[in-house]
């Protein structure tokens, strides 16, 4: 059985890979899951220095979902190269870092820096952020900043680059196309969607930024679609995610476009949903007669359905 | 290192129409709880709620000397602790720990501890009490709540040698209004040349004020805070609270640097 996919030049042992935001910096999690063990670990987004994020409280449950406004609180890229990524690097985890900026120049600057030292698998680029003031979705709800930042990145790196998509545009494929022409070797997709909720008996907003993005399975079947219009809109390999809590989850993205999927939320309820995933994944392989994991991407079955007589 | 038990409830001690002690089956985390550390719970599906809510660790029960799981102590407030004060002996509940920094513990010899719990915030205090008897602390609890059938676990406490000093909100037992008052006379007529330490639990504010009190009369305090938690693996960066000093106040994850901080630590007017 062939768990294996191809990213770019890049090759993953499994498609389950921790969704950046929802796994700090991977090595939170060392103590519960062995990170080699996955098929990647995108850390959390990181800037040229470090951010404080916003006041509390950053997050907030919503019927099967979360919303959240974290703000990007982070390290910065050096330190991170200086003290997280040796240690990745040791613990045998395919590093996928999520980079943010607030210009073009911040974008290419850390991919350099990035680039510069080994333990990196790929990167993926945060255009869509929806609460932070400054970059992140304002380049990712433009065609032309979306095109923008993959090519000042692909001008400074060799390594698999994969914008993230935000979901927050009426047309998502328009801006997996705008990646792959500019230069991407795939898109992940979905960010969260802008949202917002309210306390009445207080009246004021549930978390302090007043919008979040919303994550979780209720997003679920909105990211679903938005996967499978990218996968019929472009060649480079789709990264799916939004709300899997399982291993039918993570194939009905297969299924629908993914080439990869990504699992962000769900890790927050049990950081243990990796294997749980991998097993699930693996036995559904096994019933439905699949060698290679990869031949169940796209493959959604449109025949007619057979008409049944009661 | 954490474990995740699909635990049983053992028992559901309803202690008053809000209060009950939720029993688990979960021997592997209790034989490593340390005082003021805490487990990350959920009941039931992840349809209507997808997250787990911290709690303290409040018993570690034993049977014969041999570990058999731990208890929480709930107060019903939204869903999820409707949810864990209506449970049935066998059900299951999902439980990740034992996660975060407990309390330090190891005082020097004459050193007095005071604890102060705020309602619900009495949890961490019972083991707390057991490792501070059981190296032979002089040991006092301060304990308010909003009336005297919210005291819990007198008895418990008064076997275990703790001095008890009461207050109720409405005055139904103790003194009437907060427990920063009786814990100030306290403070004031220390005997103890070596001072005291303090542990505090309880609502944010009543932390902020025992913080403030320990440090005008010179003593040190610990405090465990509790914050909206997302995962309490140090993962979602939602729990954090301002640390350092007025002027360099930055952010870190009470699941992870704490719950339990040094109150001199927290930046109380940016919390």
Redesign the interface.
């Known amino acids: 059985m062939d768990l294996r996919v191809r990213i770019g030049s890049l090759e993953l042992p499994t498609p389950i890979i921790a969704a950046s935001?929802?796994?700090?910096y991977g090595l939170?999690?060392e103590?519960?899951v062995d990170l080699s063990s996955l098929g990647g670990v995108a850390v959390?987004g990181l800037f040229l220095e470090e951010r404080?994020?916003h006041?509390?409280?950053?997050?907030?449950?919503t019927?099967?979902?979360?919303l959240?406004a974290?703000g990007l609180?982070g390290i910065g890229v050096h330190r991170f190269v200086r003290e997280k990524l040796p240690l990745l690097r040791d613990r045998g985890a395919r590093t996928i870092v999520n980079i943010c900026g607030t210009t073009l120049d911040e974008y290419a600057e850390v991919a350099r820096v990035l680039s510069d030292h080994e333990g990196v698998a790929a990167l993926e680029l945060n255009i869509s952020c929806p609460n932070i003031k400054a970059g992140g979705i304002q380049f990712g709800c433009s065609l032309i900043g979306t095109a923008d930042v993959t090519r000042a990145v692909r001008k400074v790196t060799r390594l698999p680059i994969i914008p993230k998509l935000t979901p927050n545009v009426t047309d998502v494929a328009s801006f997996a196309r705008a990646a792959e022409e500019a230069g991407a070797d795939a898109v992940s997709l979905v960010n969260t969607f802008l949202a917002m909720a309210i306390d009445v008996e207080s009246r004021r907003p549930k978390i302090s930024n007043m919008l979040g993005g919303l994550s979780?399975?209720a997003i679920r079947p909105i990211a679903v679609r938005m996967v499978w219009e990218c996968f019929n809109a472009v060649k480079i390999p789709v990264i799916g995610m939004g709300g899997i809590?399982d291993a039918a989850d993570a194939l009905e993205f297969m299924l629908a476009g993914s080439t990869a999927v990504q699992i962000g939320?769900?890790?927050?309820?049990?950081?243990?949903v990796w294997s749980k995933v991998l097993d699930g994944m693996k036995d559904y392989m096994r019933r439905h007669g699949v060698a290679r994991v990869t031949d169940l991407v796209g493959q959604i079955d449109t025949t007619p359905r057979k008409e049944v007589h009661a | 290192?954490?474990i995740?038990v699909n635990a049983a409830v053992i028992s559901n001690r309803r202690l008053s129409e809000d209060y009950n002690v939720l029993s688990l089956a979960a021997p592997g985390i209790g034989e490593h709880t340390r005082p003021g550390q805490f487990v990350m719970v959920?009941a039931g599906s992840?349809?209507?709620?997808?997250?787990?809510r911290p709690f303290s660790v409040f018993e570690v029960l034993r049977d014969d000397g041999r570990v058999t799981g731990i208890s929480i102590l709930n107060k019903r407030a939204g869903r999820n602790t409707r949810a864990l004060y209506a449970l049935e002996v066998g059900a299951r509940v999902?439980c990740?720990g034992p996660l975060g920094v407990p309390f330090t513990t190891d005082l020097p010899p004459e050193r007095q501890a005071i604890m102060v719990a705020g309602g619900v915030g009495l949890a961490p205090f019972a083991t707390l009490a057991e490792a501070l008897a059981a190296s032979g602390t002089d040991t006092t609890l301060v304990y308010g709540a909003r009336s005297a059938r919210e005291l819990f676990y007198l008895d418990f406490f008064e076997r275990l040698g703790v001095r008890l000093v009461l207050a109720t909100e409405d005055g139904s037992r103790g003194s009437r209004g907060r427990v920063t008052v009786p814990l100030e006379q306290q403070l004031a007529q220390l005997a103890h040349p070596d001072g005291v330490m303090v542990y505090a639990c309880g609502p944010e504010p009543m932390l902020e004020a025992v913080a403030r009190l320990a440090a005008r009369y010179a003593q040190p305090s610990q405090v465990s805070v509790e914050?909206?938690m997302?995962?309490g693996?140090?993962?979602?960066?939602?729990?954090?609270?301002p640390v350092g000093h007025d002027h360099d106040a930055?952010?870190v994850r009470a699941c992870?640097a704490g719950p339990v901080f040094s109150g001199a630590d927290i930046v109380w007017e940016?919390c």
Not at chain 1, 63 to 66: D, E, F, I, L, V
Not at chain 2, 46 to 52: G, K, N, Q, T, Y
Not at chain 2, 233 to 241: A, E
């Open positions: 935001g929802c796994f700090g939170e999690y103590d519960v959390k404080e994020g006041p509390p409280p950053r997050i907030a449950e019927p099967a979902g979360m959240n974290i609180q979780g399975p809590v939320t769900t890790n927050f309820a049990d950081p243990f | 290192m954490p995740d959920k992840m349809i209507d709620s997808i997250l787990r999902a990740l914050r909206v997302g995962c693996l140090g993962g979602c960066y939602s729990c954090v609270i930055h952010y992870v940016k």
